[in-house]
């Protein structure tokens, strides 16, 4: 039997409109959508599609929110012992991600170990959270010469980071939102920083003041330094 094909689907920023045709495309016609569950149970990426999958199989994949490598590659292969299974019996999976499967994504994990496997995959790339915030505050990232600079700002080295030339998006700030904010303060940077929250979702919320942030700020932000 012909073993099945595994595709990391990147489903956009969170507006339900933002999904390529390709994605929704490799969407219907695999057999098997795989879910990244984070703990709390949030399930956004299947919020963006749920409408588009209708009778699709549907398995959960439960992503840990920690930094310990041995933890991550354990839970990784055992994601992979699941996708393995279905592919065994020749059916392709999709397994969708939030943005872009190449930026950031823990997908590209699965899909690395999928391939030291043996088996076939293919990456379909989404619209990132950070171009689709910067279409939402109708300016620019970068033009002509101007470099762009993206950090993740739950880790190390982001105060090295801001003062690399261009603008500077700050990805993955998660509950150290305030620790950033208080470095941009340092740097003298709050006048030329701006934020969205939860970008084409519900609940979106523009920042054009980071003093404005509060307990309640979502992990799905993206600050952006323009200089």
């Known amino acids: 039997m012909k073993k099945g094909k595994l595709y990391g689907v990147g489903v956009g920023p969170g507006d339900r409109e933002l999904i390529t045709l390709k994605?929704?495309?490799?969407?219907?016609?695999?057999?098997?959508?795989?879910?990244?569950?984070?703990?709390?149970?949030?399930?956004?990426?299947?919020?963006?599609?749920?409408?588009?999958?209708?009778?699709?199989?549907?398995?959960?994949?439960?992503?840990?929110?920690?930094?310990?490598?041995?933890?991550?590659?354990?839970?990784?292969?055992?994601?992979?012992?699941?996708?393995?299974?279905?592919?065994?019996?020749?059916?392709?999976?999709?397994?969708?991600?939030?943005?872009?499967?190449?930026?950031?994504?823990?997908?590209?994990?699965?899909?690395e170990l999928m391939m030291k496997r043996g088996y076939e995959t293919e990456i379909i790339p989404g619209i990132t959270s950070f171009c689709a915030a910067a279409a939402r505050l109708n300016m620019s990232l970068c033009e002509r010469d101007e470099t762009l600079t993206i950090l993740p700002s739950s880790y190390e080295n982001v105060r090295e980071g801001l003062h690399t030339q261009g603008t500077k998006v700050l990805m993955k700030a998660n509950r150290a939102i305030f620790e950033v904010r208080d470095i941009l303060r340092e740097e003298g940077m709050m006048d030329k920083a701006v934020m969205v929250e939860c970008c084409g979702m519900e609940d979106e919320k523009i920042y054009k003041d980071l003093n404005e942030l509060d307990d309640r700020t979502s992990y799905f932000s993206i600050i952006i330094v323009k200089d």
């Open 23 to 111: 994605a929704l495309r490799v969407l219907r016609e695999s057999e098997v959508i795989m879910v990244p569950v984070m703990r709390s149970g949030e399930k956004t990426a299947f919020g963006i599609v749920e409408e588009y999958i209708d009778g699709k199989e549907i398995v959960e994949c439960r992503m840990p929110m920690t930094k310990n490598l041995k933890v991550l590659k354990e839970n990784y292969e055992a994601i992979c012992d699941k996708v393995s299974g279905y592919l065994d019996q020749g059916k392709n999976a999709a397994f969708i991600t939030l943005g872009d499967p190449t930026v950031y994504s823990s997908y590209m994990q699965v899909n």
